[in-house]
């Protein structure tokens, strides 16, 4: 088992910045690759964005050049910088684990989850 558990979400305004962070226990955090998702209301749960074991990374087009994803072995945290919010990036974010390093938009990929952090974007 991995546990994960998303923290720094919060309200923001418009054009600010957050930078949520996910730490991983239980299990070893090698070889995982780990992905960041979206879900806001009454809208299905979205792929933002992720990383591989490797270091390889992948965005959604809607926040490409926006956000960054990157991760700390060591730490066994994996972060997400989110520049220049929208009010569309309004939703709760989940952070997941996946044992395969392949289709990582996809939920399906991902066998851990974490509960979720609210991120709310002002206009």
């Known amino acids: 088992q991995v546990q994960l558990v998303e923290s720094g979400g919060g309200l923001v305004q418009a054009g600010g910045s957050l930078r949520l962070s996910c730490a991983a226990s239980?299990?070893?955090?090698?070889?995982?690759?780990m992905g960041w998702f979206r879900q806001a209301p009454g809208k299905e749960r979205e792929f933002v964005s992720a990383i591989r074991w490797s270091g390889s990374t992948y965005y959604a087009d809607s926040v490409k050049g926006r956000f960054t994803i990157s991760r700390d072995n060591a730490k066994n945290t994996v972060y997400l910088q989110m520049n220049s919010l929208r009010p569309e990036d309004t939703a709760v974010y989940y952070c997941a684990a996946a044992r395969s390093q392949y289709r990582l938009g996809n939920s399906a990929a991902y066998d851990y989850w974490g509960q979720g952090t609210q991120v709310t974007v002002s206009s």
């Open positions: 239980g299990r070893t955090f090698s070889g995982y690759a």
